[in-house]
T-cell receptor
Framework: AQSVAQPEDQVNVAEGNPLTVKCTYSVSGNPYLFWYVQYPNRGLQFLLK??????LVKGSYGFEAEFNKSQTSFHLKKPSALVSDSALYFC?????????????FGRGTSLIVHP | DSGVTQTPKHLITATGQRVTLRCSPRSGDLSVYWYQQSLDQGLQFLIQ???????AKGNILERFSAQQFPDLHSELNLSSLELGDSALYFCASSLTGTNTGELFFGEGSRLTVL
């Protein structure tokens, strides 16, 4: 079975400060990892993914994420937060080792960036 | 704009009724996924279709059914509706059924059961 945990329901950060949204995962094979963002009354939008290769992945809107195999984590980061980054962020995982092809999503973390 | 179209955007109905939600995938995508998003359950996978055939099934109730048509659009049918079925229903699409890439989500259909 595969699972994702986003330990924080909400993250608050001041504009201009760095932000981190945490994600840990569990899969039996190689993890394929994804981050999505959901703005109010909108669908989920893809931000970035890790399939293989460099552990630091860069994505849309200045976001990046670091894959850490030993800690089974894939935290989302941004060096300088913007008020417009305020949204709901979802981490997702699927088993790249031939298990379920369906990504499992975390419960989401609400990011609030204060002016 | 993801290219995935869902209708209707909002739907209000009564308990016991039946509704149909429609999804048109991105041009060229063969696979369609249905998810249910609620405050207490998060984003739950319901069912996946690939090129007209059911590929994977998740936590879909027996009162719910879906299909994918030859033109690749998909419909999710919800019957004998209960208050607890109130949620946001998302459709997503991808090129293949076993992709390593991302899913493209529609903006959802918000169902309210009164």
């Amino acid at each position: 079975a595969q699972s994702v945990a986003q330990p924080e329901d909400q993250v608050n950060v001041a504009e201009g400060n760095p932000l981190t949204v945490k994600c840990t995962y569990s899969v039996s094979g190689n993890p394929y990892l994804f981050w999505y963002v959901q703005y109010p009354n909108r669908g989920l939008q893809f931000l970035l993914k890790y399939i293989t290769g460099d552990n630091l992945v860069k994505g849309s809107y200045g976001f990046e994420a670091e894959f850490n195999k030993s800690q089974t984590s894939f935290h989302l980061k941004k060096p300088s937060a913007l008020v417009s980054d305020s949204a709901l962020y979802f981490c997702a995982v699927r088993d790249g080792g031939g298990g379920s092809y369906i990504p499992t999503f975390g419960r989401g973390t609400s990011l609030i960036v204060h002016p | 704009d993801s290219g995935v179209t869902q209708t209707p955007k909002h739907l209000i109905t009564a308990t016991g009724q039946r509704v149909t939600l429609r999804c048109s995938p991105r041009s060229g995508d063969l696979s369609v996924y249905w998810y249910q998003q609620s405050l207490d359950q998060g984003l739950q996978f319901l069912i996946q279709y690939y090129n007209g055939e059911e590929r994977a099934k998740g936590n879909i109730l027996e009162r719910f059914s879906a299909q994918q048509f030859p033109d690749l659009h998909s419909e999710l049918n919800l019957s004998s509706l209960e208050l607890g079925d109130s949620a946001l229903y998302f459709c997503a699409s991808s090129l293949t059924g076993t992709n390593t890439g991302e899913l493209f989500f529609g903006e959802g259909s918000r169902l309210t059961v009164l």
